[in-house]
């Protein structure tokens, strides 16, 4: 079974920079597609971005486009989201997550993932 770790999360200010990780263990960790969603107090969870197991194609949430970069180490089972130019409303907790099989594009169809970290906390203030 496919283990999600998260990391990086932490406090940071207004146009500060972070980086998380997610760390993937298991049975052909690397032919899954991996997506980063994020819920922030009194909101639903969202989708955030996502790269695909074949190419890495990404796709990402209008929100973040510009600031947010995602990319994966397959050598080292991992995949990074940086975090640029944050924003107050970036707060929340960040999960990833990730959905079987070989494809060369993704979508951030919360329903599409069936395994899911334990999320890592971002906040942003001054």
């Known amino acids: 079974q496919l283990q999600l770790v998260e990391s990086g999360g932490g406090l940071v200010q207004p146009g500060g920079s972070l980086r998380l990780s997610c760390a993937a263990s298991g049975f052909l960790s690397n032919y899954y597609v991996i997506g980063w969603f994020r819920q922030a107090p009194g909101k639903e969870r969202e989708g955030v971005s996502c790269?695909?197991?074949?190419?890495?194609?990404?796709n990402y949430a209008d929100s973040v486009k510009g600031r947010f970069t995602i990319s994966r180490d397959n050598a080292k089972n991992t995949v990074y989201l940086q975090m640029n130019s944050l924003k107050s409303e970036d707060t929340a907790v960040y999960y990833c997550a990730a959905d079987w099989g070989l494809s060369a594009s993704c979508v951030l169809s919360q329903a599409d993932f069936g395994s899911w970290g334990q999320g890592t906390q971002v906040t942003v203030s001054s």
């Open positions: 790269i695909s197991s074949v190419g890495g194609s990404t």
